[in-house]
């Protein structure tokens, strides 16, 4: 029985991820008027409820490895179930946050009738990247100590704060890049070619080996927080470009 308890939460990964989509998926767009008189497109606050169950589905993600490990129960059919789980949660799901966001972006925009539907079809990118990114790693005896490219989850999770900082955001600087179709199409390249790029990135679970990382992880760390005081949700992009930047600083270090 015991060997079901990480299936069992990987499937609570799975289920989060479909209450994500379907949150995301009904969110839409609606229009109000400003008090200038203007027509103000905004995503409704339900988009919320994508973010929550990204980060319900993160925590899943995490747990499932923990008792795995705690069990002794890691088996074949748990990795190939957590794959499968991953690119429902952190790739499907974050996809429809970013369509959602693209069609903010296009009907806000001056030519807004002029825009065809088929732009939107970009943020599934994200998952076709994850997918491949996934199947790569289960295939591959090298990602043991470290990752090649950047999780899947971390891009679920960094996708998912963006509703979150649209709405907390005082900052027009902000909201005018989270309403540009550009910002958001650069963002689909960027995150879909770090999954898929083959550069070694830094894990926790090779980490006791590498004392030398500690230091630049804990920096990330302190990062994190002390944006997290000031900027508030803005502390996960902030928090994910550190990531990025240690493990590239640091890659001779992470394949030792």
């Keep these: ?95 429809f946050i970013v369509m959602q966001f693209l069609r903010l972006s296009l009907a806000n925009d001056v030519n807004a009738l002029s825009h065809n539907a088929i732009w939107l079809f970009a943020a599934f990118i994200i998952p076709m990247a994850g997918a491949y990114r996934l199947a790569r790693f289960n295939i591959d005896t090298e990602q043991t100590t470290y990752f090649k490219g950047v999780p899947i989850p971390m891009i679920g999770i960094l996708t998912a704060a963006f509703p979150l900082i649209y709405w907390q955001t005082t900052s027009t600087l902000f909201t005018k890049f989270m309403l540009s179709p550009v910002f958001w199409f650069c963002y689909i390249l ?23 990382l500690i230091l630049p992880l804990l920096l990330v760390v302190l990062e994190i927080l002390v944006t997290g005081i000031f900027f508030k949700w803005l502390a996960i992009p902030f928090g994910f470009i550190g990531y990025c930047l240690v493990s590239l600083f640091y890659k001779k270090t992470i394949t030792q």
């Design 190 to 212: 960027l995150v879909s070619a770090l999954m898929v790029m083959k550069t070694p990135m830094l894990a926790l679970k090779g980490l006791g080996n590498k004392k030398k």
């Design 1 to 95: 029985m015991k060997k079901q308890i990480p299936n069992f939460i990987t499937l609570l990964n799975l289920f989060f991820g479909c209450m994500a989509i379907m949150s995301a998926f009904q969110a839409g767009t609606m229009a109000s008027i400003d008090e200038t008189g203007g027509v103000v497109i905004e995503i409704p606050a339900q988009i919320f409820y994508a973010s929550l169950y990204i980060g319900l589905a993160g925590l899943m993600d995490f747990f499932d490895g923990f008792a795995a490990r705690l069990l002794k129960v890691s088996s074949e059919m748990g990795k190939q179930l957590d794959s499968l789980a991953d690119v429902v949660s952190f790739g499907v799901a974050p996809a």
